[in-house]
């Protein structure tokens, strides 16, 4: 009989608002559903919406799909007794946590294992939550937090699972170098064959960036580099208005652009529809603060486009694979040289470096031995 996982995820399919982390427990879930028997407790609506999903049932457990099956919580559900209920009914041999700071979905099992009211084994997947750059912001309420987090012990009770080198840096820094701690990629989507390139022209760029619209994606950093470009540049911005002010700043300096660059605020879309957009740009750009995966990443190199991002990402050594351009954030202007040697490249040039991106991730998926790591977390 196959082992219980339990995941524990703030937000899942069908919701898509958050970006990365519903990517990851996604994959997880598709990967290691034939191996363990997989429950999902997530909430009933995407992220900052007011309203659950129509299409799915909640406040009971249904299957998502064979091996899968996922409960989809009300608000009024979120509570201590009703989530010990949860646990104490599957008494699952795992339990895995996706998410550093949330109340229902960390803290609560993490106290109710500290009390002795479950006794099931806790892998805890900070989800990039401790890197500097994300625990910058509300930064005094975070280091109290993660202070009374090592004052109770929590950390004792703990196999952390760290994605990236950097993230295990992070995990040690603020817990120890005696945590238990194992470092694995996340699942990456599906590799298809390379899917072809589009029609380039020199003199002639079309780039599109995707993520949460908050200063720790750089989206003001991307718009800045961008404006000293010369040629024809259009660049499509999809992604969750999660900061209005932020927005708005940004907004600002587009409205200094000159002609020659159009700019276009595409909003909120769905993963599935996701892949569709990407194939119509010819490279994408995230100057990010950090990523511990970067799920529109990947997706962007498996569509064959290179990526211009910055190197607080597992993405490295691009430019020699000829996939794209990974640079320091302390050289701006690197990003502006980047950009207008995409304007230029011409069809042969633009076809080298699509070839290249995609395969890069190709050589990664195959030379990836994360279904064995990953055993070995959950054993």
């Given at each position: 009989?196959?082992?219980?996982?339990?995941?524990?995820?703030?937000?899942?399919?069908?919701?898509?608002?958050?970006?990365?982390?519903?990517?990851?427990?996604?994959?997880?879930?598709?990967?290691?559903?034939?191996?363990?028997?997989?429950?999902?407790?997530?909430?009933?609506?995407?992220?900052?919406?007011?309203?659950?999903?129509?299409?799915?049932?909640h406040?009971?457990?249904?299957?998502?799909?064979?091996?899968?099956?996922?409960?989809?919580?009300?608000?009024?559900?979120?509570?201590?007794?009703?989530?010990?209920?949860?646990?104490?009914?599957?008494?699952?041999?795992?339990?895995?946590?996706?998410?550093?700071?949330?109340?229902?979905?960390?803290?609560?099992?993490?106290?109710?294992?500290?009390?002795?009211?479950?006794?099931?084994?806790?892998?805890?997947?900070?989800?990039?939550?401790?890197?500097?750059s994300?625990?910058?912001?509300?930064?005094?309420?975070?280091?109290?937090?993660?202070?009374?987090?090592?004052?109770?012990?929590?950390?004792?009770?703990?196999?952390?699972?760290?994605?990236?080198?950097?993230?295990?840096?992070?995990?040690?820094?603020?817990?120890?170098h005696?945590?238990?701690?194992?470092?694995?990629?996340?699942?990456?989507?599906?590799?298809?064959?390379?899917p072809?390139?589009?029609?380039?022209?020199?003199?002639?760029?079309?780039?599109i960036?995707i993520?949460?619209?908050?200063?720790?994606?750089?989206?003001?950093?991307?718009?800045?580099?961008?404006?000293?470009?010369?040629?024809?540049?259009s660049?499509t911005?999809?992604g969750?208005?999660?900061?209005e002010?932020?927005?708005?700043?940004?907004?600002?300096i587009?409205?200094?652009?000159?002609?020659?660059?159009?700019?276009?605020?595409?909003?909120?879309?769905?993963?599935?529809?996701?892949g569709?957009?990407?194939?119509?740009?010819?490279?994408?750009?995230?100057?990010?603060?950090?990523?511990?995966?970067?799920?529109?990443?990947?997706?962007?190199?498996a569509?064959?486009?290179?990526?211009?991002?910055?190197?607080?990402?597992?993405?490295?050594?691009?430019?020699s694979?000829?996939?794209?351009?990974?640079?320091?954030?302390?050289?701006p202007?690197?990003?502006?040289?980047?950009?207008?040697?995409?304007?230029?490249?011409?069809?042969?040039?633009?076809?080298?470096?699509?070839?290249?991106?995609?395969?890069?991730?190709?050589?990664?998926?195959q030379?990836?031995?994360?279904q064995?790591?990953?055993n070995?977390?959950?054993s």
């Open positions: 009989m196959n082992k219980t996982i339990l995941v524990f995820a703030d937000w899942f399919e069908p919701g898509y608002k958050a970006g990365g982390p519903i990517r990851s427990c996604v994959h997880f879930v598709h990967q290691m559903k034939d191996r363990f028997s997989i429950y999902v407790i997530t909430t009933d609506r995407d992220l900052n919406d007011t309203e659950p999903y129509p299409t799915v049932e406040d009971k457990w249904v299957e998502y799909e064979k091996g899968v099956k996922i409960f989809y919580s009300s608000p009024q559900r979120l509570t201590w007794g009703h989530i010990q209920k949860q646990v104490k009914d599957l008494s699952p041999d795992y339990i895995y946590l996706n998410s550093m700071y949330s109340r229902y979905f960390t803290i609560y099992p993490l106290l109710m294992q500290r009390l002795g009211f479950i006794n099931s084994k806790i892998v805890l997947a900070p989800r990039g939550m401790l890197k500097e994300a625990v910058q912001f509300k930064s005094a309420k975070k280091k109290l937090f993660l202070s009374a987090f090592r004052q109770i012990g929590l950390h004792r009770l703990i196999h952390f699972h760290a994605t990236d080198k950097t993230e295990v840096k992070d995990v040690q820094k603020y817990f120890g005696k945590v238990r701690l194992s470092l694995a990629s996340n699942f990456p989507g599906m590799i298809k064959d390379y072809g390139s589009i029609v380039k022209r020199e003199n002639e760029l079309s780039v960036f993520g949460r619209l908050h200063p720790v994606k750089n989206l003001d950093f991307l718009l800045r580099t961008l404006q000293l470009v010369k040629g024809n540049v660049l911005i999809v969750n208005a999660e900061d002010n932020y927005v708005i700043q940004c907004k600002e587009v409205k200094g652009f000159p002609s020659n660059i159009q700019v276009r605020f595409a909003g909120e879309i769905p993963n599935n529809e996701l569709e957009i990407i194939t119509q740009h010819h490279i994408f750009a995230l100057p990010t603060q950090g990523e511990n995966f970067g799920h529109a990443i990947f997706e962007s190199l569509a064959g486009k290179p990526v211009l991002i910055s190197d607080q990402t597992p993405w490295r050594n691009l430019s694979l000829h996939a794209g351009w990974d640079l320091s954030l302390k050289q202007e690197q990003f502006t040289i980047a950009l207008q040697q995409a304007v230029l490249f011409d069809q042969t040039e633009y076809d080298t470096l699509s070839q290249g991106a995609w395969q890069f991730v190709r050589q990664f998926v030379q990836s031995e994360l064995k790591t990953y070995n977390i959950f």
